[in-house]
């Protein structure tokens, strides 16, 4: 199934998800929380590297750092949405989330795409920065490194959910909600 800007008249909606409801915010929690326990693990069996710089100045540096990460984050989700859709996308600010979010109705591949995109992309750039920052620097990008994975804790969520869908199905994520939408058989009335 290619994507689609509205919803075929055979499709209806199976599954819906709100990222912010108690049972899905939980999960992602628990997910957030232990991705960012086994990098400090690594980061503690690696001889922690040290700074020179003031301990002040390295707080700013990753705050400064964390917000660029988390806007090109989101911006990442947006683009590859345009690219596989051809529509614009939206994006909100939904405590404690940033979010994106598409009037598209997107087949399987495409949305796992889109949420694995800046994982995927800014792990590799990152991670591959770490061997060749001033070490003044390694504390900062290690630890917006481990937000990248431990931030996108949502982004994995959502794949594993849409990874158990069918293949013909069709997913709206309007940056509130994530809508799964599937075939159904028009003389049943049911879902194929």
Do not use: W
């Amino acid at each position: 199934m290619k994507n689609q800007s509205s919803l075929p008249s055979n499709y209806v909606l199976k599954e819906s998800y709100d990222l912010k409801g108690k049972k899905e915010n939980a999960r992602i929690q628990v997910l957030f929380f232990m991705i960012c326990i086994i990098f400090v693990g690594i980061y503690l069996l690696l001889e922690p590297v040290k700074s020179t710089l003031h301990g002040g100045l390295i707080a700013v540096i990753t705050i400064v750092g964390l917000v660029i990460y988390m806007i090109l984050h989101e911006l990442t989700h947006g683009l590859t949405i345009s690219l596989l859709s051809k529509t614009k996308s939206t994006y909100a600010i939904r405590f404690p989330f940033l979010t994106t979010g598409t009037e598209a109705y997107l087949n399987k591949r495409s949305f796992i795409i889109v949420c694995l995109s800046p994982s995927v992309l800014f792990g590799l750039i990152i991670g591959i920065s770490l061997f060749f920052i001033p070490q003044d620097y390694f504390l900062s990008l290690f630890i917006i490194f481990v937000l990248n994975f431990a931030g996108s804790s949502g982004d994995y969520y959502q794949t594993y959910i849409v990874m158990k869908t069918k293949r013909e199905s069709l997913i709206k994520d309007d940056g509130e909600k994530t809508n799964i939408f599937q075939e159904i058989d028009l003389f049943e009335g049911q879902p194929n």
